[in-house]
């Protein structure tokens, strides 16, 4: 029995398994998410997968499909109901279903993983979710990553060194695109491409191809369950993290290039040569005065915020200018500048 | 007022599974019947069988099991509502097979339905629950403002008593809360010929802050009646065992002592049990 490990302000770092495994499954296309609970689990979730997706300029092209489960189906078991969503799924001629479950479909413990099992002729895979049951947001999204590459085949395929795949973004987070395009152009610098999205706006036939990476990119350490069953299917070893701040950059281009056996000296050396003239860019901006208005979201980012203050002879007091805290930490130093931008529009504003 | 002058009572039989709810309810439905009373009893049971020997022996459709075959708009009064023996008005809430679903809401749906139908009337109203208060959907006849007053069926056996200490702490909970008018009235010993079991279930009942209402000895007519698809007091209405159900019957509709139980501490339980071993 899950008991609640969160804190009392939990709106944040909590969260619902279904919605994190939701921000998953929907971006898998060709495929269509089965929502197994009330009608209301799929538009609370659909409304609010679709405003994100709008707030980064996605209009996502949501497919799911609910249950909807009532009184009757919650007193005599749902599984009927269940199977006639599945049904309904298939005639969309996709190339798999995933399954979600709800709250009230664990309280009242509808057998969700056998319905998936019968033979449908195209994949039904249930994606362990639960709602408050199953765990936060970031267990749903690690569930889901789970259960689809437990569908991808198993045998370790012949690996293209100049390859890498990145796994885990956070589909729902701000400038999602903004910090893969960041990772894809340092990963560039080593002359590394990327394979497989695992999973943002990922089709089918891609993700069959995820094996033939040499190299995992985690988004973030969170992901590491998941970098692990990797290797443990297909050999690929991983980067814990994308870049994050300045430094964190450089170390990231050393570590890769070490992993992919690429001299990764030059790339470090370029690198370098761009953050200079980034905080040349901002060098106007020096002894100025900030304060934060919420701290740093986690240790990284500390680090990387300071990092930067440091070296453009910022302070830190509470009569500085109001300055907006990222809401994750700034991936490479691409992230470092639209920070920096911020920061000094707040700063010439006299916030 | 009803013409027998009594206001309607709600009553609702809790108990450890297996101790005698169902018979127990069923003959007290028909001695109130015999002495005047207008009875519903509803069974709260996915067993269905609690008003059976108030049918004479059958199985009567279950509400839970109309409204998945019907659905509930079509559902009429009639349906739901059968008459047994005496003129008893007949209901069992039904709920799904074991291991699937949730039995507790579908007798929360139950009770919807027969308020939507105005079914819930007459001077009697028997709610026969399952077992142990097992979750909220269970303690739904407590609730909500249905039965007022709640006995306790137990023999002398310590996870009996245990069973019906459980019952009290829901009592004692639900009877917090503003609204509520659910109160234990009181104890029914159904006895499994335990040396001193009357005894022992007396003292339980003071310990727990009530009353024995009555104490029903073990009789082999009980059995015999029930093969005979009939409850005793229709079957051998002579018999001492009749006697004492009509004894139960007159306690319940005379009873105005009703309390918010005392729970015991398992400790405390287990002492008393063994100071009559």
Known sequence: ?351 | MPANGIMMKQIALYGKGGIGKSTTSANLSAALSLQGCDVLQIGCDPKRDSTRMLMHGNFIPTVMDLVRERGDAQLKKEDVVHTGFHGIRCVEAGGPEPGVGCAGRGIIATFQLLEKFGALSGDVIVYDVLGDVVCGGFAMPMREGYAQEIYLVTSGELMSLYAANNICKAIKRLSSRVKSTCRLAGVICNAKDMPREEELVAEFARRVNSTLVQYIPRDRIVQLAELNKQTVIEFAPDSPQAGKYRALAAAVVKNNSLTIPAPLEIDALESLALEFM
């Not at chain 1, 936060?136 to 437990?150: D, R």
Request: one cysteine or more; proline letters at 6%.
């Open chain 1, 1 to 351: 029995m899950p008991s609640n490990p969160l804190p009392l302000n939990s709106c944040r770092s909590g969260g619902c398994t279904l919605t994190g495994a939701l921000s998953v499954t929907t971006s898998v296309r060709d495929s269509v998410s089965v929502i197994h609970g009330p009608a209301g689990c799929a538009h609370h979730n659909f409304s609010l997968l679709h405003a994100t997706g709008l707030d980064n300029d996605h209009v996502a092209a949501l497919n799911l499909i609910s249950s909807g489960m009532q009184d009757m189906e919650v007193i005599f078991g749902g599984e009927d109901a269940l199977g006639a969503a599945i049904r309904s799924a298939i005639r969309q001629d996709v190339s798999v279903v995933y399954v979600l479950s709800t709250c009230i479909v664990e309280t009242i413990g509808d057998d969700v993983a056998a319905v998936c099992g019968r033979d449908w002729g195209v994949p039904v895979v249930r994606v362990p979710t639960a709602g408050f049951l199953g765990g936060s947001f970031q267990t749903g999204v690690s569930n889901a990553l789970t259960a689809i590459a437990g569908t991808m085949p198993g045998r370790v395929l012949p690996k293209d060194p100049h390859i890498v795949n990145i796994i885990g973004e956070k589909n729902l987070e701000y400038e999602v695109e903004e910090n893969y395009r960041e990772v894809a152009r340092l990963l560039a610098l080593l002359g590394l491409t990327i394979n497989v999205r695992f999973v943002h706006c990922t089709g089918i036939n891609e993700l069959a191809g995820l094996g033939e990476a040499s190299l995992n990119i985690l988004r973030d350490d969170e992901m590491q369950p998941v970098g692990d069953l990797l290797y443990r299917k297909y050999r690929i070893p991983s980067i814990p993290s994308f870049p994050v701040g300045l430094s964190g950059s450089l170390d990231f281009l050393k570590v890769t290039g070490d992993l992919a056996g690429i001299d990764p000296a030059p790339a470090i050396s370029d690198e370098k040569d761009r953050q200079d003239s980034l905080l040349d860019g901002f060098s106007g901006t020096a002894g100025s005065m900030l304060r934060f208005s919420l701290t740093a979201p986690d240790l990284p980012a500390n680090r990387a915020i300071s990092e930067v203050i440091a070296r453009l002879d910022l302070k830190v007091g509470k009569d500085g200018a109001r300055v907006p805290m990222p809401p994750s930490p700034p991936v490479g130093t691409e992230g470092v500048r639209r920070m920096l931008h911020r920061w000094r529009r707040a700063l010439n504003a006299g916030m």
